[in-house]
Nanobody
């Protein structure tokens, strides 16, 4: 069974950086697109980023463009989200999700990803 485990979250000051990891077991990543989502208390889940199965295509929410970078290492079955210039509004639980996709969904926010991790907390505060 496909499992996803997020790690790398923590407390960071505004302007700081974190790198989140999503480790996948049970299946190879070769044919799976990966999305990153986040949810803050009292707010809707927000689509953050997506990367295609090959890594050749990515997309980002407007709020994180230029600050976050998604990447993948299929040999290690791991997807990363490098987060720079963090802001307090980035505070949320971050989730990775996988689905059998060649490319990223046109409407990432609405795509029903088949597999989800448990999330990792990111807190941006001084």
């Amino acid at each position: 069974q496909l499992q996803l485990v997020e790690s790398g979250g923590g407390l960071v000051q505004p302007g700081g950086s974190l790198r989140l990891s999503c480790a996948i077991s049970g299946f190879t990543l070769d044919y799976y697109g990966i999305g990153w989502f986040r949810q803050a208390p009292g707010k809707e889940r927000e689509a953050v980023s997506c990367i295609s199965s090959s890594g050749g295509s990515t997309n980002y929410a407007e709020s994180v463009k230029g600050r976050f970078t998604i990447s993948r290492d299929n040999a290690k079955n791991t997807v990363y989200l490098q987060m720079n210039s963090l802001r307090p509004e980035d505070t949320a639980v971050y989730y990775c999700a996988a689905d059998y996709l060649g490319g990223c969904p046109r409407r990432l926010q609405l795509h029903p990803f088949a597999y989800w991790g448990q999330g990792t907390q990111v807190t941006v505060s001084s």
